[in-house]
């Protein structure tokens, strides 16, 4: 019988934004089909009555996101056979967690008199999802771009076939001619022409399977730069400002890693979904662009499918010199992806950085221990990871415990090389303040604490970590070399389901 413990944990884990529409009202098959004949012949019913459709049919999601725009948002929507169909209650997470930064005092808004808040989409397609529904829910505007002729020409059709919202929306082409970047504008009311494929613009259901040595894989792919259409940098026009920019990238490497989820069919092309290095490379780009445009962005944003690269972003972002970064996870079902947001405005109040003063002890739990491995394998390796930093470590294999005295450059090491160890897994974290600008000063220079290894029952065990010296600031540099450490160990040591748990 599952602990209380257990049970509380599985209820804080994140499920959908509170503001979303479906946070308190799942989508009802059955209504949608007494209510639109045209997605009856998607819907069947279990033994127990209840409603479902062939996730893998793609006919059967792309109309069921038909229905639910109509139904729900009051837009008219459609894409072309093969396209990326979005699904729509993982796309308003998105879209609330960034109602969320812009309407926060962490940074100022915009001096100015305007009071609509302005996006830019980068890679729209053919779906236009994010500014139609920021425009139904919140009235926002929107500059889409993609680079595609397919992309621009949908994207102009369901803006066009939405008078109510039309007004907001611009759709930009993208172009790169003979190495020259160009860029054209058209308002939806405007008309669009030609045939290709799709640009960088979707999502998908599942991650793609890790590979069975994830840190050589890492290095490689981590160091691969993107070589494709311009994203912002030759798109957002001289003197424009908005208050945000937002992206689906693609996730993957290759199709052949884009197609390892059997169980959904959200349709996509290559063009939507692959970019020579993945979702890094593609982001980090974003992110180089950020650090040219600077303030005409208020917030940079991107969804990441994989909690490693969020990790190796984050710390790429320390060394940008921005002011802020915020993280979130996004999770719909069985889908899980995380939110990237970083800014380069002065905040408009302090910004700390992530620490709790009374958490001086922290422990986890390590569950699902595989058969080979004991306490003191876990132990030892403690001892091995701190030291690998040039760390102070002395180990009791009697109390089963490593004490442990690291300079502030020894811990700072530690952070800064966490994406060689990590693997990509499910913690929870909601909106959390991942940094702000360069890396904060200690006060002291050392940091002392012990870590101990307790077996609980047979292939669980408790690693408990304690400062020696309680102070607020360093405690927050402690808790993230805990998390780090956690990480890890779960990776070395634990069953790969109990891992992702």
């Known amino acids: 019988m599952p602990s209380k413990k257990s049970k509380r944990k599985r209820a804080e884990r994140p499920t959908i934004h509170p503001k979303n529409k479906y946070a308190d009202n799942p989508p009802d098959f059955a209504l949608l089909a007494s209510l639109y004949p045209s997605f009856t012949p998607f819907v069947w019913y279990t033994g127990d009555g209840r409603a479902r459709i062939d996730w893998t049919d793609f006919n059967a999601t792309r109309e069921l996101t038909r229905v639910l725009l109509l139904h729900d948002h009051g837009l008219n929507w459609w894409i072309p056979d093969g396209q990326l169909c979005p699904t729509v209650p993982n796309r308003s997470n998105y879209i609330h967690w960034i109602q969320d930064l812009v309407s926060s005092d962490i940074i100022p808004k915009n001096n100015t008199n305007e009071k609509i808040v302005r996006g830019f989409d980068i890679g729209t397609g053919t779906n236009c999802i994010y500014p139609l529904l920021g425009a139904s829910l919140l009235g926002w505007s929107f500059v889409g771009s993609d680079v595609t002729d397919i992309a621009v020409d949908w994207a102009e059709r369901n803006v066009k076939s939405n008078p109510h919202v039309a007004e907001l929306i611009e759709i930009r082409r993208v172009q790169c001619c003979h190495g020259t970047l160009s860029v054209e504008g058209s308002h939806c009311r405007e008309s669009g022409n030609g045939e290709s494929k799709v640009d960088k613009s979707g999502s998908v ?38 208050d945000f920019c937002m992206c689906n990238p693609p996730f993957f490497d290759s199709m052949e890693e884009a197609g390892l989820n059997p169980k959904t069919s959200c349709g996509g092309t290559p ?61 719909q079902g069985q889908t899980c992806r995380w939110g990237l947001a970083w800014s380069f405005v002065p905040p408009a109040r302090k910004i700390v950085f992530p620490h709790a003063t009374e958490k001086s002890n922290l422990s986890f739990t390590l569950e699902g221990l595989q058969r080979q491995f004991g306490a003191i394998h876990v132990l030892q390796s403690i001892e091995s990871f701190f030291r690998t930093f040039g760390a102070s470590c002395v180990m009791n294999t009697c109390l089963f415990t490593v004490n ?98």
């Open 271 to 331: 063009e939507e979904m692959v970019c020579p290095g993945g979702e890094n490379a593609f982001i980090s780009r974003i992110i180089e662009d950020s650090v040219v445009l600077k303030e005409t962005f208020r917030w940079y944003t991107s969804m990441v499918g994989r909690k490693i690269i969020l990790k190796f972003l984050t710390s790429k972002l320390r060394e940008m010199g921005v002011t802020v970064v915020k993280t979130t996870e996004f999770v």
């Open 404 to 501: 442990i005295t690291a300079s502030y450059d020894q811990c700072n090491a530690v952070l800064k090389n966490e994406a060689t160890y990590l693997k990509e897994d499910a913690s929870f974290n909601t909106m959390e303040n991942i940094s702000c600008g360069s890396s904060p000063h200690f006060s002291l220079n050392s940091l002392s604490f012990q870590i101990s290894v307790f077996q609980q029952i047979p292939g669980t065990l408790l690693v408990k970590a304690s400062l020696q010296l309680r102070d607020s600031t360093v405690s927050g540099m402690f808790s993230l070399m805990v998390q780090q450490l956690e990480e890890i160990l779960r990776h070395k040591f634990c069953k790969s389901k109990a891992g992702s748990n």
């Open 205 to 242: 259901t599942d991650e793609a399977k890790p590979s069975p040595s994830p840190s050589f894989t890492l290095k490689t792919d981590l160091n691969r730069n993107y070589s494709g259409p311009p994203v912002l940098l030759g798109v957002v026009r001289d003197g424009e400002k908005f």
